[in-house]
C-alpha cells in the first residue's frame, strides 16, 4: 500500500462494499458526520446503493441487494 505524491483522491474509479443492511451503514456514515449521496439509490439493477467519500476524499460505493 503507497500514497501517490502528490496524492490525488479517487473521483470515478472507487471500492464497492456489499453490506447486508445499507440504511443502518447510511444513518452510522452520516452520525459520523460523513456525506451520503443516494441520489443513484435504484439505479443498479438488483441492488441499493449510496456513494460516499473516505477521510482522505476517496469515492466509496455501498451495496445491498435490493
Same mark, same amino acid.
Given at each position: 500500500m503507497?500514497?501517490? !505524491? @502528490?496524492?490525488?483522491? &479517487?473521483?470515478? &474509479?472507487?471500492?464497492?462494499? %456489499?453490506? @447486508? !443492511?445499507? $440504511?443502518?451503514?447510511? &444513518?452510522?456514515?452520516?452520525?459520523?458526520?460523513?456525506?451520503? !449521496?443516494?441520489?443513484?439509490? $435504484?439505479?443498479?439493477?438488483?441492488? %441499493?446503493?449510496?456513494?460516499?467519500? !473516505?477521510?482522505?476524499?476517496?469515492? %466509496?460505493? %455501498?451495496?445491498?441487494?435490493?
Amino acid at each position: 500500500m503507497g500514497v501517490e !505524491d @502528490p496524492f490525488n483522491p &479517487a473521483r470515478k &474509479a472507487h471500492p464497492a462494499f %456489499v453490506v @447486508p !443492511d445499507l $440504511d443502518m451503514v447510511a &444513518a452510522r456514515l452520516r452520525a459520523l458526520g460523513f456525506e451520503v !449521496d443516494e441520489s443513484q439509490r $435504484d439505479s443498479f439493477a438488483g441492488h %441499493v446503493r449510496f456513494h460516499t467519500f !473516505d477521510g482522505h476524499g476517496n469515492r %466509496v460505493e %455501498v451495496l445491498a441487494a435490493a
